[in-house]
């Protein structure tokens, strides 16, 4: 059905199945263009709802929200004179209750609601630019059934050109006096995102300059907006005056034009500084792995996270169960010189539930105190000091901390608090298993101490660390020491519930390790530095499971010297470590296993296949770097594998030479090689060298 309505010319968009929301985060760019063929044909072979984006593409709806058969909000009578009053169209749809009526597009029609001054509920609604609006035959989430077409001609048949247009509003004025106890018509600018990108789309389309365009969105800004939004770190703006705010306009005019060009309605522009790169969510969630399901108790806390959660993202529920994990094995056990403590990084675009396993932890652990002490640390730090502040009489404790892309931002902005943080990060992570001496690397002199174990729970979104993080943080050792978990993608949304048994469970089995003591070394005692510990080891000194810890060992001290790309040579450089905490924090209190191993094999292969993508971006040094990073990241992420240099220009935006040049560079590296095309007489391309 998608290509049905797209071949005649309706702005088709996936939607989140069993729900009315958008399952692409950059949905709006569709208001004023129609997405690329083969979008569609991914939509087409998915199982999602359909979409129809609304405004300047071409259409425009009224919806009614009331029904002379449904009268909760409103009486019978009220419901046949809106039917009656609002313009009819031969093409309606219908959902729950009321209907949709659609009309051709003009500049006039504005997004508009009427609301009951009573209770607030919306009798009729304009829908326009930065709209959208569910088709048949998509399931509705609330009655389970299909929406369905009211009339003979429909979005599949009908030609959109020869809809009415909406053209007299005085309809909306007498539903408002005979119903609205004097309530006032609202019209929905839809933000400040919606209505700066309606500027840059049209005076793009009147062909203004470059500098025009970006003036007329900064001074609009100024203007009319409280707070700002190039001002508002919450929108990933940072500005400290009005320089680095005119700049911010200038990149949001770039990214808007970018996907302008991208979708065809407008033609290439030159660009000198295009440092993002935006896929929709569709062509992320291709070629993600899906995280290896774990057992035991991490299973357990997995499964009590997904329960509690409103949305399904299984990647962000194992990294919330390992960080549970780690923090409970603290000292207590330990992988021959390798201790529990992980850094964990959720990242999820804004609204998908990121913040669903800290809750869920919270409700665990916040109380727990272990040696008498809490294991729920701090929410931020912003120096060396914060993160060091109470190590010695604190020795274990877990950090998490929402937004995590900003404590990244500080230490990218330089300054000694901020480099230090980076480099005792580093430390206390490489050394819970043995003296840590603060005054080596905090630039305010501490006390050191012995088996400092800090686990990391932190979360962000995949376009907040991209932006945040540079080169240095990945080339000194930070970034790899992170589990990263990237479910980049809306979940499929659930009713959220706790689910007693499993929580009972869950903390019966914490109470257990709990009373697990910690070991104290009988060879090293320090009052001032406090104990010593000597953890369970339960890594088998002979058998099985050391032959293959052995193994993947011996793999990576292969495989590292030989890897040409740096980035991933940097984050395999703490790989078997990482594989030796994940399988110790799996194992949870017993001897490890292969299926221990293994697992852990599997989730930091996972984790960094799909953690990839946005980290070769990130730790690009030049526009050159960073365009074969895109270019490689376009490969990885291909469903089939295959792509012709004509589809790698159109969807980067780059010059034909640079392509050229940067393909021929590839083929040359090994990365990739020719091929020709699977269809007759289609153009040759190139595909990934395994």
Request: charge should be neutral.
């Amino acid at each position: 059905m998608f290509v049905k309505y797209f071949e005649n010319g309706v702005s088709v968009i996936p939607l989140i199945p069993n729900e009315k929301r958008p399952a692409i985060t950059e949905w709006s760019k569709y208001c004023v263009a129609l997405p690329d063929a083969e979008k569609v044909e991914v939509y087409e072979s998915s199982n999602f709802g359909i979409g129809a984006a609304l405004g300047s593409v071409g259409l425009v709806a009224i919806d009614i929200d009331c029904d002379p058969n449904f009268n909760k909000n409103h009486t019978k009578e009220m419901a046949e004179f809106i039917y009656k009053a609002c313009p009819q169209s031969p093409v309606r749809k219908k959902g729950n209750k009321g209907e949709t009526r659609f009309f051709r597009y003009n500049e006039k029609t504005v997004n508009r609601k009427i609301k009951l001054k009573i209770d607030g509920h919306t009798l009729v609604e304009i829908l326009s630019t930065g709209c959208q609006t569910v088709l048949p035959p998509t399931i509705h989430p609330d009655t389970k059934r299909q929406y369905v077409w009211l009339t003979p001609d429909t979005l599949e048949n009908f030609n959109i050109k020869d809809l009415p247009e909406i053209t007299n509003f005085n309809f909306l004025n007498e539903i408002e006096r005979l119903f609205c106890q004097g309530q006032k018509i609202e019209t929905v600018s839809g933000g400040r995102n919606d209505k700066l990108k309606n500027i840059v789309v049209a005076m793009r389309g009147r062909g203004e300059p470059e500098e025009k365009i970006y003036n007329e969105v900064y001074d609009v800004d100024f203007r009319e907006h409280n707070p700002r939004l190039f001002t508002d770190k919450s929108e990933n703006f940072e500005a400290n005056d009005e320089d680095q705010a005119l700049k911010n306009a200038m990149l949001f005019v770039l990214r808007v034009s970018l996907s302008l060009v991208r979708s065809g309605v407008v033609p290439a522009i030159s660009v000198s500084n295009d440092d993002d790169f935006e896929e929709t969510e569709i062509e992320k969630i291709i070629n993600y792995k899906s995280y290896p399901e774990p057992s035991g108790f991490l299973k357990s806390v997995s499964d009590l996270i997904l329960s509690m959660s409103n949305r399904k993202m299984p990647g962000l529920a194992i990294g919330g169960a390992l960080s549970c994990g780690s923090i409970l094995s603290a000292n207590r056990f330990r992988a021959g010189d390798v201790w529990p403590n992980v850094y964990v990084l959720n990242l999820a675009p804004t609204g998908a539930g990121k913040s669903w396993p800290q809750t869920v932890l919270k409700k665990l652990l916040v109380n727990i105190e272990d040696d008498k002490k809490p294991i729920w640390g701090y929410g931020n730090y912003k120096s060396d000091s914060a993160f060091l502040k109470n190590l010695v009489s604190i020795r274990s404790r877990l950090d998490v901390v929402d937004e995590f892309a900003s404590v990244f931002s500080l230490m990218k902005a330089g300054g000694a608090h901020q480099s230090g943080l980076l480099q005792v990060m580093c430390s206390v992570w490489s050394s819970s298993g043995e003296l840590f001496k603060s005054a080596e690397y905090a630039t305010k002199e501490g006390e050191s101490c012995y088996n400092p174990c800090i686990s990391i729970l932190g979360s962000s979104t995949v376009d907040g660390v991209k932006s945040s993080i540079s080169k240095s943080m990945i080339s000194d050792g930070l970034i790899p020491r992170f589990f990263l978990f990237v479910d980049d993608f809306y979940g499929e949304a659930k009713k959220s519930k706790i689910d007693e048994q499993l929580m009972t469970s869950v903390q019966d089995e914490i109470q257990k390790i709990l009373k697990i003591q910690k070991q104290e070394s009988l060879l090293i005692k320090d009052v001032k530095m406090g104990p010593c510990y000597d953890p369970i080891n339960l890594e088998p000194i002979w058998g099985p499971v050391s032959e293959l810890l052995s193994e993947i060992e011996f793999s990576f001290s292969e495989r590292i010297p030989k890897e040409q790309n740096e980035t991933m040579k940097q984050m395999l450089s703490r790989g078997f470590q990482q594989i030796k905490k994940a399988a110790l924090i799996h194992a949870f209190g017993r001897e490890i296993s292969i299926k221990d191993v293994v697992w852990a094999k599997d989730l930091f292969d996972v984790s960094l296949h799909n953690a990839m993508g946005f980290l070769g971006e990130a730790s690009a040094d030049n526009e050159w770097e960073k365009t074969q990073a895109k270019i490689k990241n376009l490969f990885l992420r291909q469903k089939n594998g295959f792509l012709t240099e004509g589809r790698i220009i159109n969807r980067l935006t780059i010059q034909p030479k640079i392509a050229a040049e940067q393909l021929s560079a590839l083929e040359k590296s090994g990365f990739i090689k020719k091929e020709p095309s699977k269809k007759r007489g289609g153009p040759s391309g190139f595909v990934l060298k395994k």
